[in-house]
């Protein structure tokens, strides 16, 4: 593959409407991670998963963002109610085994209407 | 305080002038320093990573001081190609606590 696929691209949101962000990671990567980034601001860490275990959800800003990746490979990053601070740029990463380095997917746009 | 700051510019130079970008962490159990590129409504990609003898790529110098917990970027003899925002990444332990500076804008003007 060519690296690690987001889906959709670019999403629109009315307020009040649940989202779901995909990502598809290079197959046998081990680390998966979500990053938010605010327009001019740096990405912001949201969770991490090591295979299908979320190690860490300390950066999720709300109840109303979920994350999971079942069978230890797609993740989906689940926002309920969306609202207009969710305005941004959703960055999936993976990190291969035995390297300590994030390799970024193109991310998904998420504009709150 | 943030874990990584950086001084967010923006920079603006002439084509063939030499930069450098500063980045400080507050955490000393850092453990491993990056530099990325993130270009204009694309996704951030590795640069270089920083290496505590310093280490260097072309025409890029990247250089960590421990004690004082920062990390520098040089940048000689910009192209416009260079025209970006520059991220500081600091990996604090046991591989997955990546964080992020806001960036430094750099533009290099012909």
């Known amino acids: 593959g060519a690296g690690v696929s987001q889906s959709p691209r670019y999403k629109v949101a009315k307020r009040g409407q649940d989202v779901a962000l995909r990502c598809d990671p290079i197959?046998?990567?081990?680390?998966l991670f979500w990053y938010q980034q605010a327009l001019g601001q740096g990405p912001e860490f949201l969770t991490y998963f090591q295979n299908e275990a979320q190690l860490d959800k300390s950066g999720l800003p709300s109840d109303r963002f979920f994350a999971e990746r079942p069978e230890g490979s797609v993740s989906t990053l689940k926002i309920q109610r969306t609202q207009q601070e969710d305005s941004a740029v959703y960055l999936c990463?993976?990190?291969?085994?035995?390297?300590?380095?994030?390799?970024f997917g193109a991310g998904s746009r998420l504009t709150v209407l | 305080r943030k874990e990584v700051e950086q001084d967010p510019g923006p920079f603006n130079v002439p084509e063939g002038a030499t930069v450098a970008f500063n980045c400080t962490y507050s955490?000393?159990?850092?453990?491993?320093f990056f530099w990325y590129r993130q270009d204009c409504r694309k996704e951030p990609k590795l640069l270089m990573s920083?290496?505590?003898s310093g280490n260097e790529d072309g025409r890029f110098t990247a250089q960590l001081n421990r004690a004082s917990q920062y990390i520098s970027l040089l940048i000689r003899d910009s192209k416009l190609s260079d025209s970006a925002t520059y991220l500081c990444?600091?990996?604090?332990?046991?591989?997955?606590?990546?964080?992020f500076g806001t960036g430094t804008s750099l533009t290099v003007i012909p």
């Open positions: 197959s046998g990567h081990v680390s």
């Open positions: 990444v600091v990996n604090v332990r046991d591989g997955n606590q990546f964080y």
């Open positions: 990463a993976e990190r291969r085994l035995g390297a300590n380095v994030l390799t």
């Open positions: 955490n000393s159990a850092s453990q491993s």
């Open positions: 920083v290496y505590s």
